[in-house]
């Protein structure tokens, strides 16, 4: 089974801080990608990555970087959090380039920014 | 933006019950895809239908396609408890998945 591990399940963090959120996949997929989710707008995406140090910006970008070192290690990045970035953030993967194939997610990190 | 959007955005029914969501979308698509998310956990992938396929089942769940109509239905039929959750449909976008805003199935023993 594809299996999609992020690193925290809760995070609560406080304003102004650096926080890393890492996802790791085991299954050597191309595609990567970070959502946040929100009540009332669905899923989000941040960024996403189809290739080692490869990334491309996705819808809401501003606030975040991301890394991509390693093929089955993608990482999130608040430069400095702020409490607009409180949400739950979810890590995805995906195989190949078409469009058919399913995405496999983690479990979510739920951050807090007080 | 090629974002889907469901209907109704809340549903409860009672076990036994069938439950049916809608999705609409605003672009052409290759495929659409279904996920569905129990509380506060990550998507779990349903069901892809192909833009050349009108219906799809598998199991309990029963997916049509409408691309005149650029819309989808997910019908669960028979629902349990254990169905409980937001579901999502999702279209092919460039080099990305979109996903609607959901909907969320309450089922009451």
């Known amino acids: 089974d594809v299996k999609v591990t992020q690193s925290s399940r809760y995070l609560v963090k406080r304003t102004g801080e650096k926080v890393f959120l890492e996802c790791v996949q085991d299954m050597d997929h191309e595609n990567m990608f970070w959502y946040r989710q929100d009540p009332g707008l669905g899923l989000r995406l941040i960024y996403f990555s189809y290739d080692v140090k490869m990334k491309e910006k996705g819808d809401i970008p501003e606030g975040y970087s991301v890394s991509r070192e390693k093929k089955e290690r993608f990482s999130l990045i608040l430069e400095s959090a702020s409490t607009n970035q409180t949400s739950m953030y979810l890590c995805a993967s995906r195989p190949g380039t078409s469009g058919s194939y399913e995405q496999y997610f983690g479990p979510g990190t739920r951050l807090t920014v007080t | 933006s090629q974002q889907g959007e469901e209907d109704p955005q809340a549903l409860s029914i009672q076990e036994g019950e069938n439950a049916t969501m809608n999705c609409s979308y605003k672009?052409?698509?290759?495929?659409l895809q279904w996920y569905r998310q129990n509380s506060g956990r990550g998507l779990v992938h349903l069901i892809l239908i192909r833009s050349n396929e009108r219906e799809k089942h598998s199991g309990r769940l029963r997916v049509t396609l409408d691309t005149s109509k650029k819309s989808s239905s997910l019908l669960i039929t028979a629902s349990r408890a254990a169905d409980t959750a937001s579901y999502f449909c999702a279209t092919w976008g460039f080099q990305k998945l979109v996903f609607g805003t959901g909907t969320r199935l309450l089922v009451s023993p």
């Open positions: 672009t052409s698509i290759n495929n």
